[in-house]
């Protein structure tokens, strides 16, 4: 049986990764396309000054843990 969005901690995936596993890691959360949270991420990243997407990804590397299972 799957675990329900709610009750999936914040982690890096350690296997839908492309830098960190940070995009992987939500989209896992809450069940979404990596893929598609990786190109929506970027766009927005570069679409608004005021969204700095390097910066956020940053802090997400560093407080999310890994994934152990």
Do not use: K
Request: charged share 15%.
């Amino acid at each position: 049986m799957s675990a329900s969005p709610e009750s999936r901690p914040f982690t890096r995936s350690l296997n839908d990764r492309m830098i960190a596993g940070v995009m992987g890691g939500i989209a896992r959360r809450f069940g979404w396309s990596s893929t598609l949270l990786r190109i929506v991420f970027v766009l927005v990243s570069i679409l608004s000054a005021a969204f700095p997407g390097i910066l956020v990804y940053l802090i997400l590397w560093l407080l999310m843990p890994m994934q152990t299972d």
